[in-house]
């Protein structure tokens, strides 16, 4: 993980953070890059009491933004979007200690990021700030990166919403009727 891939990474966990916040650049990494200027982390000092979670959100995808848009363009070419993509799936391959290879199981690299891409938008060229911003905040990594697109099996043998043991086998004339729904605390 070089200089700039530190900040991508860093700033790839800002927009798709880990479920318990932690992050995943090594602590030495996260140091050099601190002391480098690189990465400037936030103020923890002080809570804003008018700090809502939509403008931290906000923020944070304009810092990514800007750092994609190193041109102040209000949009970026479709290779920079590419780059966004490749680094928010490093991000997920080492959220997963895996190799991105392994991540895309027998897909094509390629293949991934043109679909990954296509759900930010329909331009071939480039992406605005507005396709930009509208994608990260519909999609989480695994939704963003196309990890798990496809047919997804879910498996309803251990969902117990009623109590199956009372539902008499189907046979003819059965009565089914008689079902009795679990009691569930309304706290």
């Known amino acids: 993980m070089g200089a700039n891939n530190t900040k991508a990474i860093y700033l790839c966990e800002t927009i798709f953070p880990s479920p318990d916040g932690s992050s995943i650049i090594p602590p030495e990494k996260l140091q050099k890059a601190i002391a480098k200027g690189e990465i400037v982390l936030p103020n923890t000092d002080e809570e804003d009491v008018d700090d809502d979670e939509d403008a931290v959100i906000d923020r944070a995808i304009r810092e990514v933004w800007s750092y994609y848009d190193k041109k102040n363009q209000q949009f970026i070419s479709k290779k920079t979007a590419v780059q966004f993509l490749k680094d928010a799936l490093e991000l997920y391959a080492m959220r997963k200690s895996l190799k991105v290879k392994d991540i895309l199981a027998g897909r094509s690299e ?26 990260i905040n519909g999609y989480d990594i695994e939704e963003a990166l196309c990890i798990n697109s496809g047919p997804v099996e879910i498996t309803t043998t251990s969902v117990a919403m009623v109590d199956t043991s009372t539902i008499v086998a189907k046979k003819k004339g059965s009565d089914l009727s008689a079902i009795e729904y679990r009691d569930y605390p309304t706290d």
């Open 110 to 135: 390629k293949d991934l990021l043109e679909q990954s891409y296509r759900n930010i938008t329909s331009n071939p060229a480039q992406v605005t700030f507005n396709e930009f911003e509208e994608f």
